[in-house]
Structure formats: C-alpha cells, structure tokens
C-alpha cells in the first residue's frame, strides 16, 4: 500500500484510545467478527480451550501438550504418547527403519545436542 504507514499511525491513534474490551465489544455490537490478541497464559485459561478439550495430559501426566483440533462423534482422539525423551529416536531415525529401533546407536559426537 503507497500510505501503509499513514494510515497504521491513524489506525492506532484511535484505538490507542480505549481497551481492548472496548473494541471487541464495539466491533460484536455491529456484527464485525473479531477476537482480542492472547498471551499464550491467556489462551491456555480461555474457556473455550478448556470446552474444546484441546490441551491434554500426556498418557505418563508429565506434561500437556495441544491435542489434534478435530473432533469425531464429538470426541477429540487422545494423545498417544508424550515427545520422545533426547535420543530416544536415534536409531530409528538413523538406521533403516523400525527393524534398527532396537539397536543400541552411541555415536562418538551425538547428532542432537541439548540447546
């Protein structure tokens, strides 16, 4: 757009002016669909992430993770397993396929370090 940042500035000068509830409640009243911007902490309490069933326990309780975002019969598919803990895979994905799962793979640098 040739005034892109003209028309930002007036954009956010205006709602610069009032809250967020303000806004969402304005544009709902006239039928403009619209939803606030959410810190990930805000998301995770939201009740309808916690209607949707979407963040789920991993089957160890470990951990939660965001489930798949589909529904059949009404029924959100489970978490099969948790992430795989470092190195866990190695073999696998190493060797030629499930068969090389079992073989103990201890390379003399790992390919997958901790950051």
Known sequence: MKNREAVNAAIEAVIGTQSATH???ALERVGVPCAPL???DQVLAHPQTKALDIL????D???SLIGLPVSFDGERP??????PALGADTALILGNGPEDATIPVTPKEPHIKKV
């Open 23 to 25: 806004w969402v409640e």
């Open 38 to 40: 959410q810190t990930i």
């Open 56 to 59: 789920q326990a991993t089957p």
């Open 61 to 63: 309780g470990k951990m």
């Open 78 to 83: 489970p978490l099969r397993r948790g992430p």
